[in-house]
């Protein structure tokens, strides 16, 4: 049996685009700038039957974010001449920054009315549905006063 490496096949425009996509994942930090612009490049330019070309520039740009996790977006965006915010990966992570901004502003707003409706006698779960929040919501507040 034979056995080919990624880095014995030759000129990376002459492989197909799958084959340049594992070889970007492995290629040193120096040339994996390079590498990618002029994947990216190849990849607008052709047409591919595997992958919608979208979804082909999202694999690239995560490989790009998760090897230069030191940089910026901005600085990303620089290095591979594309703008992330069309990007999945960049939609993820704005959704997540999102999602957790608003958790931190549910708590931080239950801070008050819990341990008084506690008081009360109120339940979590009654409090919960009084206040239209998620019961783990409520239990936050709840340890946070305590």
């Known amino acids: 049996m034979q056995r080919i490496y990624l880095d014995e096949l030759g000129a990376t425009n002459q492989q197909p685009i799958g084959i340049n996509l594992m070889q970007l994942t492995l290629t040193s930090d120096e040339v994996m700038a390079e590498q990618a612009k002029e994947l990216i490049e190849r990849v607008k330019l052709e047409e591919t039957d595997t992958l919608p070309q979208n979804e082909i520039l999202d694999i690239i740009t995560t490989i790009a974010v998760y090897k230069f996790s030191t940089l910026s977006r901005e600085e990303v965006e620089a290095m591979l001449g594309l703008t992330l915010e069309q990007t999945r990966v960049y939609q993820e992570a704005k959704a997540e ?30 409090i919960a549905q009084h206040l239209n929040v998620d019961i783990e919501a409520v239990q936050i507040a709840a340890q946070s006063t305590t």
């Open 97 to 126: 920054g999102r999602e957790e901004g608003r958790e931190e502003r549910e708590a931080e707003m239950l801070k008050l009315p819990v341990p008084l409706l506690l008081q009360t006698g109120m339940s979590v779960e009654q």
